[in-house]
């Protein structure tokens, strides 16, 4: 990577950033799907891997990836957001995309993008937004590098979502629960209808276990489009779990077979479902759900998973791990993997929430484990103002302190834990936070111990 590539990649993400900012969404499918035509639909150029769901999507995906590649399949990966750098959202063959390769799908794209621009002006309608371009980018990019397999991260719900421009042969669900109200429905049956809407007719379909209502719209779209489906608990199962050095050992139930005392390099019981669900995917993909993977290449694929920003180690004496969890189920998850896994009397937490979150649902989740809580904001215009966090833990009876930013949150943090060594620091509750956190640790050497 030269300078000038790198120049030319962060000129890309900047040209995205124009565009209605990151999080704007507008349900309309149609408008990204008109780009890929002009572009002579690049997203049919290889399988796809369709990954949706309310928590686990991006954990799933990655062990997904994982898999496929160790079948020696090249493979694309395409999640959001990113922790540190945009380049993360597109990977290859495992890796973040070369900023050269981006740069040059950008320049592939762009004249396209005047067109559809006019064309959406003259209806009186908005500008392509970041994500339909993004997803555009990415499908294009993938195309040239070129690839076997695309896993394809769903961006916000499904049926409408840009990347549902591409053709799932396999349509993976991860829980749904509620979150995104305001765009995907008050209920999870509604939310469930918005996911469904990624099977396409003679799909298969795996999904982790769900509420009766979800579970009940996705038989019912599975059946109307003549896709096969297969659900967690029923057809494949985590069948047992028990903590390992860095990780832990599984067994899980397949669709083809039963998979014992496989070693899975991340702590959570959580994650353990979701690599039950990553292999009934593959299974799904690569044998028809009747062809068992082998032992040197489930061995290989998931011993080489790795999941930045979910319970990642990234300071030692005292330990502090990253996790990015977003909303009440994220951090009860979190809660449990914690108690689960670590031995720690008592955990400081560094929370920063966006304004668009649940942030009093998911004060309530950490507040069992919550010995201290280090208020704070994420690095960006959407954040929740760190008093009002302090208000929901204080209103918890939680211990908490106010910190006007994340290095003043996390030396705050660290020295509290560097106190005891039955203490611990865990930064959570914004992927953009965690994102901050796994700079500042490296950049600060987290690793090394702590120091006054």
């Known amino acids: 990577m030269t300078d000038r590539d790198r120049r030319r990649a962060d000129a890309v993400y ?6 209605q900012g990151e999080r704007w969404v507008q349900p309309r499918v ?3 799907r008109r780009v890929l035509e002009l572009l002579d639909d690049p997203q049919k150029t290889y399988r796809v891997i369709h990954v949706t769901g309310t928590n686990g999507k991006t954990s799933t995906s990655r062990m997904i990836e994982s898999l496929v590649r160790a079948h020696g399949l090249r493979t694309g990966l395409f999640t959001s957001p990113h922790l540190e750098r945009f380049t993360e959202r597109i990977m290859i063959d495992g890796e973040p995309i070369d900023d050269a390769a981006v740069a ?4 592939e794209v762009s004249p396209f993008v005047d067109i559809v621009d006019a064309e959406l ?29 695309l896993v394809l991260e769903v961006g916000m719900g499904g049926s409408w979502d840009s990347t549902n421009t591409a053709d799932g042969d396999v349509a993976v669900f991860a829980p749904i629960d509620l979150d995104h109200a305001d765009r995907l429905g008050e209920t999870i049956s509604q939310i469930a209808r918005v996911k469904a809407g990624i099977i396409k007719d003679g799909a298969a ?6 509420d009766p209502a979800a579970e009940g719209v996705l038989r019912e779209t599975a059946r109307r489009h003549g896709a096969s489906i297969a659900f967690e608990g029923a057809e494949f199962a985590l069948a047992s779990q028990r903590l390992a050095v860095g990780g832990q050992q599984i067994t899980v ?21 979701n690599a039950a669900l990553a292999i009934a995917a593959v299974e799904s993909l690569v044998g028809g759900g009747t062809q068992r993977i082998t032992g ?5 694929g998931l011993g080489a998973v790795t999941s930045p920003g979910r319970l990642q180690l990234v300071g030692t004496a005292p330990t502090v791990l990253v996790d990015a969890a977003h909303n009440p189920h994220g951090v009860r998850a979190l809660v449990a993997a914690l108690r689960e896994s670590f031995d720690f009397d008592e955990w400081g937490v560094v929370l920063g ?11 309530a989740e950490i507040a069992p484990i919550a010995a201290h809580v280090f208020a704070t904001a994420p690095e960006s215009e959407r954040a929740e103002d760190a008093d009002a966090i302090a208000d929901l833990a204080e209103a918890q009876d939680l211990r908490v302190s106010v910190h006007a930013d994340l290095p003043a949150a996390a030396d705050a943090a660290r020295a509290w834990a560097a106190a005891s060594d039955r203490r611990a620091v865990v930064v959570a509750g914004s992927v953009v936070l965690a994102g901050e956190a796994l700079a500042l640790a490296t950049a600060e050497d987290w690793k090394s111990g702590w120091s006054e």
């Open 14 to 19: 900047e040209a995205l950033l124009q565009r």
């Open 30 to 32: 149609e408008r990204t």
């Open 104 to 107: 040059d799908a950008w320049d």
């Open 121 to 149: 002006a003259s209806e009186d309608d908005a500008p392509l937004t970041f994500f339909e371009l993004l997803t555009v980018l990415a499908f294009v990019a993938f195309a040239d590098a070129p690839i076997d397999v």
């Open 205 to 210: 379909v795996v999904s982790a276990r769900q």
């Open 253 to 273: 139930r397949g669709l083809a077979g039963t998979y014992e005392d496989e070693y899975l390099p991340l702590y959570g019981a959580h994650q353990g479902f």
């Open 296 to 300: 040197d290449i489930l061995a290989e």
């Open 353 to 363: 929430v966006l304004s668009d979150k649940d942030a009093a649902g998911i004060v």
